[in-house]
């Protein structure tokens, strides 16, 4: 069975009802994961419809094969960048689509799954690579780069206002061995960093090295200067951020382009039964716009 089910994905009724605005159109998620969103987007698709699953990760899309195998709909699942969106589409023969659906960030099962390398709840190498083809991982940032290299990205991407801390204390112990896994990581910053809120003193810079080694905020500044020709007149794109720097640029992009009309005044966040449910979703915040004609 695959495990992904048991994750619901976040703000699924908000996405559908931001996205689905005809049951017959070619939809896209950008972000498929295990196919959670997909297939609940599916669920309300008619005759004629086609959803699009892209996504970096090897293992996503064979994880969303399975979940979606049974869809009486045609669905196609592609391995690469969302950032390569125009291209993939046209590899496809398809010019444009009803809607887009980008969900950013790790997915669910990647944090559960230790090797990965993404959680400091989980003992692991210290990968967090979501393309295991691409050479730069979290291990040779940590391991590599100058203090002050390390300061920065923690700082500017984790917001982490520690981060001269935290680098200081990783550089000091590099120098006696390398830092390999999850817990080591997690461990020095534990040392310098106060515990505060109700978040684990590791959090954001786990967050910041995630970003970094997969060049995230890259990736939907590009996807998104692309969309606008690939959405047909009255389509939505929706946007699920978990990170400020994220949803400010999708904020910014909406807002300066005069294509788009915005059609969430603020972000729609998770209700607190869901954050209950799935703490997870807690940091969620969706954005939505319609193409304008």
Not at 122 to 141: C, I, T
Not at 211 to 233: G, Q, T, Y
């Amino acid at each position: 069975m695959n495990t992904y089910l048991f994750h619901q994905p976040v703000m699924e009724k908000e996405v559908l009802y931001y996205l689905l605005w005809r049951k017959d159109g070619v939809y896209v998620d950008a972000t498929v994961g295990g196919g959670g969103h997909a297939l609940s987007l599916l669920s309300q698709l008619e005759e004629g419809a086609v959803l699009i699953g892209i996504d970096r990760d090897e293992e996503a899309i064979k994880m969303a094969e399975k979940t979606l195998q049974h869809s009486p709909l045609p669905v196609y699942l592609v391995r690469g960048n969302f950032s390569q969106i125009d291209q993939i589409l046209l590899s496809l023969g398809t010019e444009q689509v009803s809607g887009i659906l980008f969900d950013l960030g790790v997915s669910s099962w990647q944090l559960d799954e230790a090797e990965r390398g993404f959680s400091f709840q989980k003992e692991g190498p210290l990968d967090m690579r979501m393309d295991l083809s691409q050479k730069q991982d979290a291990y040779q940032v940590v391991n590599k780069l100058s203090e002050k290299e390390l300061a920065d990205l923690i700082y500017y991407y984790g917001e982490e206002r520690f981060s001269r801390k935290i680098a200081q204390a990783i550089v000091r112990e590099r120098e006696r061995k390398p830092i390999a896994t999850t817990r080591e990581l997690a461990q020095i910053i534990e040392r310098v960093v106060p515990q505060r809120e109700k978040i684990h003193p590791a959090t954001r810079t786990f967050m910041a090295l995630r970003i970094f080694v997969n060049e995230e905020l890259k990736e939907i500044e590009e996807a998104l200067e692309k969309v606008s020709s690939m959405v047909e007149e009255g389509g939505r794109v929706v946007v699920i951020s978990y990170h400020s720097l994220e949803d400010r640029i999708v904020k910014s992009f909406f807002r300066h382009r005069e294509e788009w009309e915005i059609l969430t005044k603020k972000p729609v966040r998770p209700t607190p039964q869901e954050v209950k449910d799935n703490p997870r979703a807690r940091s969620g915040r969706l954005r939505a716009a319609k193409r304008r004609g």
